[in-house]
């Protein structure tokens, strides 16, 4: 994932320009390390880390990754935004 923050102190030509090369070359070496990661077999995902952290909490007797009380919040918040996309789809038809 990247962040961008941009420090123009205008919105011309030159400014924007730079700004867009500057954000290709970074978003090109993120490219080339994750490429790398996988190459070597060295990659893991947001989905693998939290697996490993809840067996690490299970063997080692640590606290999970994510408390239950926040997963529970996910669903919901999950719930709701599907809720609404399902409303928003039947008033479409």
């Known amino acids: 994932m990247n962040l961008n923050i941009h420090r ?3 919105l ?3 400014n924007v320009g730079i700004s867009g090369l500057s954000e290709s070359l ?3 070496i993120n490219v080339a390390k994750a490429g790398t990661k996988v190459l ?3 990659y893991k995902n947001t989905h693998d880390l939290l697996i490993e952290g809840f067996l690490d909490s299970i063997i080692k007797n640590r606290p999970l990754p994510v408390p239950a009380e926040e997963g529970r919040e ?3 918040v999950m719930k ?3 809720d609404n996309l399902e409303k928003e789809k039947e008033q479409k038809v």
């Open 8 to 10: 123009r102190k205008n």
């Open 12 to 14: 011309n030509r030159f």
């Open 26 to 28: 970074r978003l090109g």
């Open 40 to 42: 070597l077999r060295r």
């Open 74 to 76: 996910v669903v919901r």
């Open 80 to 82: 709701l935004i599907v």
